[in-house]
């Protein structure tokens, strides 16, 4: 497989301190530039990365030489910029979520398809060997039929929000953060159909949701009760209940590349024991999915439908808040 010539559009804090150093450790990724409105950005990590930079997206999708685009912009800008991108014939690799609604994601997701290019979403929790050893949990029975699910994700203020405090950009916390703990119930059961039951989401006068909780039934019988929040104390942890016993394990969503995920285990007796998982980089670990699946027809269309149904999950708490 040939190394692709990727081109990270957006330089905030997040992509320069999580995407550009993953990329430099992915075998067949290559940093080939950067791309801002932002001057002093682009010139420092052009600089310090030794790669093309852009202040004009027009320019940098223009360049024949670009084979990935990865879109790190504000959330509300995600389906102007992925079009641009995909019209432009490079793939499409974007921060979480794809859109803010259904309908942009879908049509950006029929567009790659007729123009043959991956579309690809920042998930990155979902390729850590701490999610995949839980999966495991799921499938080999020891739980025994499971009966629910909690999640939380909730973070402290942050220094500079920047767009996350900004509606029209697709700020508050269910773009930020509850998209987490719903894209993890899908993850796991992918085959179920969800019906939001409860649901209460906080905003601001004026402002961006601050919180949300959720109770989302599905169709094989487990219950989910889902909260996220910002400007709060720090949770991130899951809780899978059944009727042999219960695993509980915190930092699911977000971690650092040294971290050891712990699994706690109660028995049906109450009896707890844990287990450790794997260290990895789930940026990393995501963006050499990312790869593999370029030139795989079934993977790329089966990363589709997984985009599609967050997208639809994400839309049916949208529908029910009226956000």
Known sequence: MKTLRIVVWGLGSHAINKILPAISLTSGLKLYGVCSRNNTSVTLCSEHWNCKGWLDPL???LDPLVDVVYVATPIGLHYLHGKLVLDAGKH?????????SIENTSELLKLSRNKNL??????????HPQFNQLSRYLRD???GSIMSIACRFGIPPL?????????????????DVGCYPLSAIQALFSDAMFNVEYLNILAQDGGVDTSGEAVIHLSNGITAFLEWRINCSYR???EIWGEK???FTERIFSKLHNYVPVFRFKDIKGFEVTELGEVADHYVLMLKHFCSIINDPVASERHRQSICQRAEILDKILTKSQI
């Not at 499409?92 to 803010?100: A, I, Q, R």
């Open 118 to 127: 991956s579309v690809c979403e920042g998930q990155m929790y979902l390729y």
């Open 59 to 61: 320019f940098m999708l």
């Open 245 to 247: 016993g219960s695993v």
């Open 236 to 238: 991130n942890e899951i």
């Open 92 to 100: 499409f690799w974007c921060e979480k979520p794809l859109t803010s």
């Open 141 to 143: 029975g020891r739980l």
């Open 159 to 175: 220094a500079n929000p920047g767009f996350r405090s900004d509606p029209a950009l697709g700020g508050g916390a269910l773009f």
